[in-house]
């Protein structure tokens, strides 16, 4: 069973057909990658699987075992999908700018800082759970970031603003907020575009690490080799429309994809 | 004399420091462009004075006041849903000028340009209010409840969610985050306090017209958040401080006080300008808006 399937989609800004009767889905446990040339959808594809913006018509379908078997997520906002487990990296950096590191990182674990009263007063309501039970799971959190930053060399940086960190740092801080956000679905864009030949290395070691747990993964990604050697399955898109899909060795031969690229 | 000036000016201090720590957190940490907050300190105002001189005990007025501010900061946020930024901040004027043309028009409630006279002290508890050195203690012990509990919103979870939603809304939602639940509560918060401020403002000078919340009467205020520092508690209440002292020390240079209030306003552009010029961040402030 698909973890996402899309549906016909079409959008359009003015007169640019921008995704043009797409459809493809997402298989579980599997890096499927998004391909294709500068312009073609795909960042606009996944603003439309966010909820950031609304189809001109198509669908999108969430299946996720833990809360529904498959659900109709086509118009909900951004809020909602992402609470049904679908996490997002953007291409470009979206921090918290002007939060430490670490902060960024802590908000990412639940919305129960939604919650005024428990969050500022520790009342919890209905005295479901005491305030030193809210604390202790706080100190937990603490401790998971602490691991994670040490894992990626960031821990000297978990006290300063994100606004201090370099592009590559940064990149990291975001992908390790999409992994903390709980999600059944990964959606990163670009998310090596950029970096240095080292993190992109690191960065593809923890993408092949996360299937391993049993992640799905849905990529966007420029870079060619980079893609195939990462990826079980890559749908290369063209000016809107997906043109071609399979493994990345079926991908590497197929002449409509060259042409594409060449272009 | 110069005592009982001095105890005047600090009551003033510490009526400010309250509507600044308010707007403090709309706009220093929820990044709510709202230049409607005097809407709010006279609604605090008016609300008061009316209960107070129909015979309510002042501790119900005063949390009256800062509860209607408050549900008009629901109402307001509701309007606002899809507004944002500049266009907010058009908006909120609007609703500042709308609560101000209320308080002009509804002549049968608010006595329109004539105002409200002869507010009474507070008394609580049977203790009256009435000298001003009893009720520059009160406004001390209310400043300082206010800057303790807003210190702790900004200091816990929620109010790093505040912060996470005016650096980047965008991102929070995609995070999970109900960034309208969110920035709603923050501007009711905001607008409960200024309410408040606006009823110690009320019962200390006992008289209250619609001329004390015109619209320019956000600068003197948002010129105090800027220099203090966005987001910065201990910079709000030090360019309080300053930002009140600064144009009272002119009176004592010479200056006659018809040419003082147009001073003041000079005296602000003037710091404001200084202070975006040399400490863009104010005082104590980090925050930085893209
Ligand atoms: N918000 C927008 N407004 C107008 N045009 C847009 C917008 N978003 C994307 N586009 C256009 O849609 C096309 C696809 O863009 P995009 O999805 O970003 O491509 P990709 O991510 O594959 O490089 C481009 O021509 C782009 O200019
Ligand atoms: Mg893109």
Redesign the interface.
């Known amino acids: 069973m698909e973890v996402l399937k899309i549906e016909n989609l079409k959008k359009h800004f003015g007169g640019v057909q921008a995704v043009d009767n797409c459809s493809f889905s997402v298989e579980p446990g599997k890096i499927t990658a998004l391909i294709g040339p500068n312009g073609s959808g795909k960042t606009t594809v996944f603003n439309l699987i966010s909820g950031i913006i609304r189809p001109d018509s198509g669908k999108i379908f969430l299946y996720n075992p833990f809360l529904f078997k498959d659900k109709n997520i086509t118009h909900l906002p951004p809020d909602i999908i992402s609470n049904f487990g679908v996490s997002r990296v953007f291409q470009q950096s979206h921090l918290f700018a002007n939060l430490t590191v670490e902060e960024n990182l802590l908000l990412a674990f639940n919305n129960n800082d939604q919650n005024f009263w428990s969050s500022v007063f520790g009342l919890e309501s209905w005295g479901q759970k005491s305030a030193s039970a809210e604390t202790s799971t706080r100190q937990s959190q603490k401790k998971i970031v602490a691991e994670y930053l040490a894992l990626f060399r960031l821990a000297h940086m978990a006290e300063k603003p994100a606004r201090d960190l370099s592009f590559g740092q940064s990149r990291l801080v975001e992908i390790l907020r999409s992994l903390i956000n709980p999600h059944h679905l990964l959606i990163l864009d670009e998310p090596i575009a950029g970096v240095t030949p080292e993190l992109r290395d690191m960065i593809k070691k923890l993408l092949l690490e996360l299937k391993e747990k049993g992640e799905t993964i849905l990529l966007i990604e420029h870079d060619m080799n980079f893609t195939l050697n990462v990826s079980d399955r890559v749908i290369v898109m063209d000016a809107g429309q997906v043109i071609a899909e399979g493994t990345p060795d079926e991908i590497r031969h197929n002449p409509k994809v060259l042409e594409a690229y060449l272009d | 004399m110069l005592s009982a000036y001095f105890i005047h000016l600090l009551i003033l201090i510490g009526i400010y420091i309250i509507l600044a720590l308010a707007l403090q957190l709309a706009l220093g940490y929820s990044g709510i462009l709202n230049l409607g907050h005097i809407a709010f300190y006279g609604l605090g105002a008016y609300t008061s004075a009316l209960l107070a001189l129909s015979g309510w005990p002042f501790l119900l007025c005063f949390l009256a006041g800062g509860a209607v501010a408050m549900g008009s900061a629901f109402l307001l946020s509701l309007i606002t849903s899809k507004i944002k930024g500049d266009y907010l901040a058009l908006v909120t004027m609007g609703f500042c000028f709308v609560i101000y043309s209320l308080m002009l028009n509804l002549d049968e409630l608010t006595r329109g340009p004539l105002g409200l006279p002869g507010i009474p002290r507070p008394t609580i508890f049977g203790f009256s209010f009435s000298d001003n050195f009893s009720y520059l203690i009160l406004v001390t012990i209310i400043a300082g409840l206010v800057y303790l509990i807003i210190k702790?919103?900004t200091d816990?979870?929620?109010?790093?969610?505040l912060?996470?939603v005016?650096?980047?809304e965008?991102?929070?939602?995609?995070?999970?985050?109900?960034?309208f639940?969110?920035k709603t509560?923050s501007l009711a918060l905001s607008a409960f306090f200024a309410g408040l401020a606006g009823s110690l403002y009320a019962h200390y000078i006992t008289f209250i017209d619609p001329s004390s919340f015109s619209l320019m009467q956000i600068i003197p205020i948002a010129s105090i958040v800027i220099v203090g520092g966005l987001?910065s508690l201990p910079g709000t209440v030090l360019a309080t401080v300053v930002l009140t002292l600064i144009p009272e020390a002119l009176r004592f240079v010479g200056f006659p006080s018809s040419i003082l209030g147009p001073m003041r306003q000079i005296i602000y552009a003037l710091v404001l300008l200084l202070i975006l010029i040399y400490r863009p961040k104010g005082f104590f402030g980090?925050?930085?808006l893209?």
């Open positions: 702790r919103i816990s979870p929620f109010g790093k969610l912060e996470a005016r650096d980047n965008l991102a929070a939602k995609i995070l999970g985050k109900d960034t639940k969110v509560f987001a980090k925050v930085e893209e």
